[in-house]
């Protein structure tokens, strides 16, 4: 059984301290996810900068929003469902949109339908994506930018995720009324 340590500026390893003061400064406070990184200082500063880089991408807010709630209701984070619902409420995305990602349910436009439906591609097949996907979310407005700017999401969201997943990281206060738990299939009849 593991028991992870969500760190505080005190307590995490030297070279963790900057980057949680650093988390302090830009939060206000520390989120679970960064104390929990703090205790492998490279993870925390790597996913630091891969959230850096995939806010400097050419995709809107709203398709940022699809491509992280995609992955994280794919790889059912308990704890980063709940924080992209805040972030997306901070960054004024409409809700239908971050009720559809949660849900799994169709989201309001065919284009954002196309990036949940390529980034899921992505993930479930580990890269391999089918020519015919791919072509398909070309033909949706996308890009060969767009296809390499998933690939940083995601890099960016396995270490969230899978960090959450072993260390069962609580969901933060301020994020607790976002509350998610995967919907299961109901069987049929």
């Known amino acids: 059984m593991t028991n992870f340590t969500i760190h505080t500026i005190e307590s995490a390893p030297e070279a963790g301290k900057p980057l949680l003061e650093t988390s302090l400064k830009n939060n206000g406070r520390i989120p679970g996810l960064h104390g929990t990184m703090a205790d492998?200082?490279?993870?925390?500063?790597a996913y630091n900068f891969a959230h850096q880089q995939?806010?400097?991408?050419?995709?809107?807010?709203?398709?940022k929003t699809v491509v992280w709630q995609t992955i994280n209701v794919e790889n059912n984070c308990h704890y980063c469902v709940p924080a992209h619902t805040g972030i997306a409420k901070m960054m004024k995305i409409d809700d239908a949109i971050t009720d559809a990602?949660?849900?799994?349910?169709?989201?309001p436009t065919a284009k954002l339908e196309a990036l949940r439906t390529?980034?899921?591609a992505m993930v479930r097949d580990r890269g391999f994506v089918a020519e015919a996907d791919t072509q398909a979310f070309l033909d949706a407005g996308f890009t060969e930018t767009n296809i390499l700017?998933?690939?940083?999401?995601?890099?960016?969201?396995?270490m969230s995720n899978y960090t959450n997943h072993f260390a069962k990281t609580p969901v933060d206060q301020v994020f607790q009324k976002f509350a998610w738990e995967k919907k299961t299939a109901v069987a049929a009849e």
């Open 40 to 45: 492998a200082p490279p993870l925390l500063a």
């Open 54 to 63: 995939f806010m400097a991408t050419s995709m809107t807010d709203e398709e």
């Open 118 to 120: 390529f980034t899921l």
């Open 101 to 107: 990602l949660r849900d799994e349910t169709p989201l």
């Open 149 to 158: 700017e998933i690939i940083l999401g995601a890099a960016q969201k396995l």
